[in-house]
């Protein structure tokens, strides 16, 4: 596998590391503004259920709305969709902090404004994710994501306390007025950048097609799939080590506040370590090898922790957890945007991020109410039976190592001189492809134009078959549809270098003489004595100028 790039070097890169530094101080406002809710809650109403639901009401939209703000970051200026995000949030927090320093929150009230702010996070996070990718080279990509990573991880280390020694000070109100200060490096960072976007030929893609192909494209990707469900299962599984923390402290360490303390702090200088060796880790093992390594940390930590009635061990397989924790999810991060092209980007990062948050958000309430119901111990043990899962799972479906993927458009589709006077909305259009194959060739098209079926339907064909030639058995037809002419161009756009090749191979297996004959067609639904689609009538060159 190539060396990597050392993992600080990205900060070489001045607008990674100016975006870098001002989400840093955004995510400690929002740590703190977290604490500040919590805390809040509690002042406001003594039932348990509204307390846990100011978590529910922060990742509850990350999980609904993260494949739609997939959609606007692949379709919008990300740069503008972030500021639009982050001045939503910091309008918010203010609102919020001048109606908890007047005295005018209810828990409803409170709830709603937490549910807002994790909109605007839903909204931000793919434009983040994506850009990064735009910002840095891809060499530099698993270094850039590891460190961002790495900072949240710190955040996570620091926020807490600083949130709580500020309610204890000042109040809850003034958290979330720390929170609405924290934008104002994040939107400056963004107002400062000014990326090189490509000029763009085509029409924005239609929200509801542009949805659907996210989908679609996931659906087909059978290497994307596999990530996601690890994602998945490691989100479930070792959350147990945050949504179980608490209880350990209290019941099994017999510690408090401070303890608790200390070992969250454990576990984020655990995060920053994993950080730091992750481009080392990804030079030696393959990325199937590292993610076992996270789900076996894991055991280890819950088992100390299960058994362990020491704080110092505790502590130090909570190091090993921090470790684990940025190590896989990061190379989870890393692995889907290697092995999705620029065009979709946003919409799988998305879905992954639904899925990664969607199981961390079930895992937090499965530990809980175990643990409540079988006892500390029996939750912890049975989280190592699913961490145990997780990484037998590699076996079936090892995660993929995504280096030797050529996912760059591939930019060899060149608009054919067309005879009709059609639109861009003119349609639907059906290709049809011959190909002229040898008997003995047979076993590898048929091989070959399975992998190319799964590439066409991916990327918005419809209706695609295989004719074989009653009369010429060597005479195969390719067949497709699109909805319109500037979809069957959108398509063809799309196909990047991974994808030409299996085309190449084809054409390879052609035998014929002349190159392969590829008929392009507007469909009629009725019968017209004549076409409403005029010829398209080109000038004399002697008359042009």
Avoid at 311 to 339: D, E, K, P, R, Y
Avoid at 348 to 367: C, D, K, N, P, R
């Amino acid at each position: 596998m190539p060396n990597s790039v050392p993992t600080l070097a990205v900060f070489r890169n001045r607008t990674f590391r100016m975006l870098w530094i001002a989400t840093l101080a955004s995510n400690f406002g929002g740590l703190v503004q977290s604490v500040g809710a919590a805390w809040m809650m509690t002042t406001l109403t003594s039932s348990q259920a509204m307390v846990a639901l100011v978590q529910s009401s922060v990742t509850l939209p990350i999980m609904i709305f993260s494949l739609t703000a997939g959609v606007f970051a692949d379709n919008y200026d990300r740069r503008k969709i972030m500021l639009w995000a982050q001045s939503f949030m910091c309008l918010v927090s203010i609102v919020l902090a001048f109606l908890a320093f007047e005295g005018l929150l209810s828990p409803w009230l409170l709830l709603s404004f937490t549910f807002m702010i994790g909109c605007g996070t839903a909204l931000h996070t793919p434009s983040w994710q994506a850009s990064v990718g735009d910002i840095v080279s891809r060499e530099e990509l698993p270094a850039a994501v590891s460190v961002n990573s790495m900072g949240f991880n710190m955040m996570r280390s620091v926020g807490p306390a600083a949130g709580g020694a500020i309610v204890a000070l000042a109040g809850a109100a003034a958290a979330f007025a720390v929170n609405a200060f924290s934008y104002i490096a994040i939107i400056a960072a963004l107002f400062g950048w000014r990326p090189q976007r490509p000029p763009r030929t085509l029409p924005r893609e239609p929200f509801g097609s542009a949805f659907a192909a996210g989908l679609r494209y996931v659906a087909l990707s059978p290497n994307l799939i596999r990530i996601i469900l690890r994602g998945c299962i490691f989100g479930v599984s070792a959350v147990a080590v945050l949504a179980l923390l608490p209880l350990v402290v209290r019941d099994h360490l017999d510690g408090g506040a401070l303890t608790y303390g200390v070992l969250l702090g454990c576990f984020g200088f655990g995060a920053v370590g994993g950080a730091l060796a992750n481009g080392r880790l990804r030079d030696r093992f393959r990325n199937e090898i590292i993610t076992r390594m996270g789900f076996a940390g894991f055991i280890v930590t819950f088992t100390v922790l299960a058994l362990s009635p020491f704080a110092v061990l505790s502590g130090a397989s909570l190091l090993l957890a921090g470790f684990c924790w940025v190590i896989s999810l990061s190379l989870f991060n890393v692995t889907m945007q290697l092995s999705t092209p620029r065009w979709v980007v946003g919409r799988v990062l998305a879905l992954y991020q639904t899925g990664t948050f969607g199981g961390m958000a079930a895992g937090s309430w499965i530990w809980g109410a175990i643990s409540e119901q079988a006892g500390l111990q029996v939750a912890l043990f049975v989280a190592c039976g699913a961490l145990l899962f997780g990484a037998l799972v590699g076996m079936v479906a090892p995660l993929p190592d995504s280096q030797d993927l050529n996912l760059d458009p591939a930019n060899r589709f060149t608009e054919p001189p067309l005879q009709l006077d059609i639109t861009p909305r003119s349609g639907p259009i059906m290709i049809m492809v011959d190909y002229e194959i040898d008997q003995t060739d047979v076993p590898r098209f048929l091989e070959l134009m399975s992998q190319r079926r799964r590439v066409r339907v991916r990327d918005g064909a419809q209706q695609w078959s295989l004719l074989r030639d009653l009369e010429n058995p060597d005479l195969w037809t390719e067949s497709y549809h699109v909805p319109t002419w500037v979809e069957y161009i959108r398509h063809n756009e799309r196909r990047t270098h991974v994808d030409a090749g299996v085309f190449d191979q084809l054409k390879a297996l052609h035998k014929g003489s002349a190159p392969l004959r590829v008929h392009r067609m507007i469909e009629r639904q009725t019968v017209s004595p004549r076409d409403n689609i005029p010829r398209r009538v080109h000038p004399d060159p002697a008359e042009q100028v």
